[in-house]
């Protein structure tokens, strides 16, 4: 079946510093990676996406980067802040598969 | 921003019971999604509706779950049986369109808890 592999599992960093989520997968087909953020009692949101046509997006202090080649999906997260404490999920086999979670806490 | 919304957000049962639990779509909305997600982590999808019929689901819901969208305006998840391994928090999501290319809006989830 689908696989989705999410590294790393856990980071803790200092405020201030930037982060590296990657996401492997292996569905060919795949065309639309929309990832998503948990952050403690709230609902899980969308935070960034980019589509298979695209090499790189950014929202502010998000950048997403895409190789459709080796099928893998780097989230950049600059000038951390508590508020970005959060489990982070990729999502790229078209909603039914999601990455096991990247639990990031940002310390003051 | 869309809202989904899941009722009720806590549930408890013992061991044998059934549950259910429900969800209201974003208006508008044809896709709806159930999800399960253990401890806070990994999401494991569950059962896939669009325009209120079921299109894709796991072996677990098909033997042990029961799933329908009666109105496009609601959808309902139970569990015929509960067992201490479906403690988790259900989460239900809605998107506009079938297609590839359309993000999911989720709800609060339901947390089940078996006793």
């Known amino acids: 079946g689908e696989q989705v592999e999410q590294l790393p599992s856990s980071l803790i960093v200092q405020e201030g510093a930037s982060v590296l989520i990657n996401c492997s997968y292996t569905d060919s087909a795949s065309v639309y990676f929309p990832w998503y953020k948990q952050e403690p009692g709230k609902r899980l949101q969308f935070i960034i996406d980019?589509?298979?046509?695209?090499e790189r997006k950014q929202n502010q202090r998000l950048t997403l980067l895409f190789d459709k080649k080796t099928k893998h999906l780097s989230l950049h997260i600059t000038a951390t802040q508590p508020g970005d404490s959060a489990i982070y999920f990729c999502?790229?086999?078209?909603?039914?598969?999601f990455g096991d979670g990247t639990q990031l806490v940002v310390k003051p | 921003d869309a809202a989904v919304t899941q009722k009720p957000r806590y549930l408890i049962k013992m061991k044998g019971q059934e549950a259910e639990m429900k969800c209201i779509p974003e208006k508008g909305h044809t896709a709806v999604f159930w999800y399960q997600q253990k401890q806070s982590k990994e999401l494991k999808f569950l059962i896939y509706f669009q325009n209120q019929q079921p299109l894709d689901q796991i072996d677990m819901v098909k033997e042990r779950f029961s799933a329908v969208c009666p109105s496009s305006s609601l959808c309902s998840l139970g569990i015929r049986t509960c067992e201490a391994e479906d403690s988790a928090l259900y989460l239900c999501?809605?998107?506009?369109?079938?297609?590839?290319?359309?993000?999911?809006?989720f709800g609060h989830g339901t947390k089940l808890s078996v006793l």
């Open positions: 980019i589509r298979s046509n695209m």
């Open positions: 999501s809605s998107s506009p369109q079938t297609g590839k290319g359309e993000r999911l809006f």
């Open positions: 999502s790229p086999h078209n909603r039914i598969f």
